[in-house]
Structures are given as structure tokens and as C-alpha cells.
């Protein structure tokens, strides 16, 4: 399982189907937008991560009770979570397009 720090905390992550499905439905962005990360809002970056939070902790089990409004404030108070969760992105997306094109 895939984590970043936020928050104060290791978090898992997921970056799939049903979590850029979510972040679709919550910005209105069509598919192929959601993987344009460069020209994401900052309302929309932190929607990004909580989505990810959110079906990061539904894989591995776990509840997530917070609101997106908290994920904001985590993200105010460490901006570097922002960089390393978008770096992760792009980096999981590569791999999941290559693994993809293997099959």
C-alpha cells in the first residue's frame, strides 16, 4: 500500500479507477482532464488528495472520517505533502498506463 505524510501522519493512498471516478464526479472534469494535474485549481488539488485519502483508506480497511476541509488545513500547515502527493501521482498513473500496455 502506497502512503504519503499528511497530517501528521503516514496515509494510505490510492490512485485508481474509483478514486479518479470520485474526483471526476466532485470537479465536474471528464476523464481525460483528471490526468492534467498541471492545470489543477488549488480547490482541486486538495479534492485530488482527499478522493486518494479516502479510497486509500477504504483499501486498506480502514474508515476515514474527515472532511475536506481538514485535508486543506493539513495541507496549509505542509505544503511539501502537496509535492510529494503529486509526484506520487504522476508516477502512479506512468505505472499503471505501463503495466497496461504490457497486457
Known amino acids: 500500500m502506497n502512503s504519503i505524510k499528511i497530517g501528521g501522519k503516514d496515509r494510505p493512498v490510492n ?3 474509483d478514486m479518479l471516478k470520485a474526483f471526476g464526479k466532485s ?13 489543477l485549481t488549488f480547490e ?7 478522493e486518494a485519502l479516502v479510497w486509500g483508506a ?6 476515514f472520517d474527515t472532511e475536506p476541509e481538514e485535508v ?3 495541507i496549509s500547515k505542509d505544503m511539501r505533502s ?3 502527493f503529486i509526484t506520487f501521482f504522476g508516477d502512479e498513473i506512468q505505472a499503471q498506463l505501463g503495466e497496461e500496455e504490457k497486457n
Open 27 to 39: 470537479t465536474g472534469r471528464a476523464f481525460g482532464q483528471v490526468f492534467e494535474v498541471s492545470n
Open 72 to 74: 486543506a488545513t493539513w
Open 82 to 84: 502537496v509535492v510529494e
Open 44 to 50: 482541486e488539488v486538495e479534492t485530488l488528495i482527499y
Open 58 to 63: 477504504k483499501e486498506n480497511g480502514d474508515s
Open 15 to 17: 490512485i485508481g479507477w
